[in-house]
C-alpha cells in the first residue's frame, strides 16, 4: 500500500503547478484524500480534501478560489491543481488517505490523526 506524490517544483508567483497522488497496493475508490502542506517551522496543515462517496471537497480558506482537487478514479489518481500561487504557499505537500466516509450530512473532513496512508511528500517552492 503505497501513496506517491509528484508534480512539485520551483514556480513563480501567480504560476500554477498540479500535485498528483496516485495509488498503488488498494483502491482510492472507498477513500477519502487529502492534501495537506507543512511549510518549514510551520505545523502540517490540511489543504484540501475530496470524500469517497460523494466527491465533496474541502478547501483552507487562504487557497479557495485558487487550488482544485479532483478525482481520477480510473487512474487511482487524486490531483491538486494550484493556480495563483503565492510565496506562501511553499511547503512539502502531502497526500493522504482516510477509510472514514464524509461528505452530504457530515461536512468536513475528519481530522489529520485519521489518515491511514500517507505519501512522502513532494516540494513546492514558490518565488521569483
Known amino acids: 500500500v503505497q501513496l506517491v506524490e509528484s508534480g512539485g517544483g520551483l514556480v513563480q508567483p501567480g504560476g500554477s503547478l498540479r500535485l498528483s497522488c496516485a495509488a498503488s497496493g488498494f483502491s482510492f475508490d472507498h477513500y477519502a484524500i487529502g492534501w495537506f502542506r507543512q511549510a518549514p517551522g510551520k505545523e502540517r496543515e490540511e489543504v484540501s480534501s475530496?470524500?469517497?462517496?460523494?466527491?465533496?471537497?474541502h478547501y483552507l480558506n487562504s487557497v479557495k478560489g485558487r487550488f482544485t482537487i479532483f478525482r481520477d478514479i480510473a487512474a487511482n489518481t487524486v490531483y491538486l491543481q494550484m493556480n495563483l500561487l503565492k510565496p506562501e504557499d511553499t511547503a512539502v505537500y502531502y497526500c493522504a488517505a482516510t477509510p472514514i466516509m464524509w461528505g452530504g450530512w457530515v461536512p468536513t473532513p475528519p481530522p489529520e490523526h485519521d489518515y491511514t496512508h500517507w505519501g512522502q511528500g513532494t516540494q513546492v517552492i514558490v518565488s521569483s
Open positions: 475530496v470524500s469517497s462517496a460523494d466527491h465533496s471537497t
